[in-house]
């Protein structure tokens, strides 16, 4: 039963150094041990490390940016007015406003105009034409035997915003008071409303913010005599993009613009390897691409100068989308297209 575990006691005896050896007794060992480590040590420290294996110590150089890092500021003047209603849209709201004249209760006249007053003669003068309470849908009486035919046939001009216009200001216009209740009503001058055409539209000033005021317009600029795109340049120290088109604003269009950067994060970027030529000739830049975030912002008040202007800019339009697309190139279009607003 035994035989197994003596015969690896005496296996481990025969393999162990001789400081684990019996016969020595434990103060003799611990000294042989100690002895043996200090001459280790004192052998490792004397023994010297080849020259050639120290590394030599070398200053690291920054790496050169392959791009030149640029900021492009993308300025807008939002739409004024609200756009024009397509066919179907005008008679929709049209058949809305007559609906509603059928759903709702009767025009209670004397809780309004006391009887003989000059507004209760107004009131049964305007009646008798447009036979409802409404001003802007047109002859129509919802509580008549043709009140159901409330829609409206195809060529008609009722649902017209100019018509209408032209409705509510006929209204407007007379008074309704007279000698009786068939007198003549006098004609009183009435503030009309600005046209939503202006006279820059008629001109064809592109520089002017008043404009398809429906649209929304964009800034572009030209550098000299070459092509057209948004105020950009190169950023500046430490600076952000933020606070570089902050200063472009300034560079390009001068001190006169009241104008707002929309956050601290671009809405798009292009990458553009610069031209052979300016590669291979004697003042070289170090780049070889130019990589442009462009910016968001809004005018507010003022307009753009480019008089004294640092970018070297010499003339400026306010385009719409459409428009940019024909007075820029087809590469830019393709980088700049999806951040512009369709309106």
């Not at 001109?203 to 572009?220: I, P, W």
């Not at 707002?260 to 291979?280: M, T």
Request: charged share 25%.
């Amino acid at each position: 039963m035994n035989a197994g575990p003596q015969g690896g006691r005496r296996i481990a005896l025969l393999l162990r150094p001789f400081t684990k050896d019996p016969s020595i007794c434990r103060s003799c060992r611990n000294a042989i041990t100690q002895r043996r480590n200090a001459s280790t040590a004192a052998a490792v420290a004397e023994t010297p490390t080849p020259a050639s294996q120290i590394p030599p110590t070398t200053q690291a150089s920054s790496p050169k940016p392959a791009y030149q890092i640029n900021a492009s500021v993308v300025l807008s003047r939002p739409p004024q007015i609200t756009r024009d209603l397509t066919t179907f849209e005008k008679a929709y709201f049209f058949y809305q406003r007559r609906l509603n004249e059928r759903l709702a209760l009767p025009f209670t006249r004397y809780f309004y105009f006391k009887k003989g007053t000059p507004a209760d003669l107004e009131w049964k003068r305007k009646i008798k034409q447009r036979q409802t309470a409404a001003r802007d849908i047109g002859a129509y009486n919802a509580y008549s035997k043709e009140g159901w035919n409330d829609e409206l046939l195809v060529g008609a001009g009722e649902s017209e915003p100019e018509k209408q216009v032209q409705a509510l200001l006929r209204d407007a216009e007379f008074s309704g008071v007279g000698s009786d209740e068939t007198g003549e009503a006098t004609k009183e001058s009435v503030e009309r409303p600005m046209p939503r055409i202006t006279e820059a539209d008629t001109a064809g000033d592109v520089k002017s913010l008043n404009r398809l005021l429906q649209r929304t317009l964009y800034l572009l600029v030209k550098v000299g005599e070459g092509t057209w795109g948004f105020p950009t340049a190169g950023l500046v120290g430490k600076e952000n993009l933020h606070q570089a088109a902050e200063r472009i604003l300034v560079q390009a269009g001068g001190v006169n613009m009241n104008t707002w950067v929309v956050g601290n994060v671009p809405i798009g970027h292009r990458n553009h390897r610069l031209p052979k030529a300016i590669l291979e000739s004697e003042n070289s830049p170090e780049q070889l691409e130019e990589k442009t975030f462009f910016m968001k912002a809004r005018i507010m008040a003022g307009q753009a100068n480019m008089t004294d202007n640092k970018l070297g800019l010499a003339d400026f339009k306010w385009l719409a989308k459409d428009e940019i697309e024909k007075t820029v190139t087809p590469g830019y279009w393709s980088a700049v297209r999806n951040m512009l607003a369709e309106l």
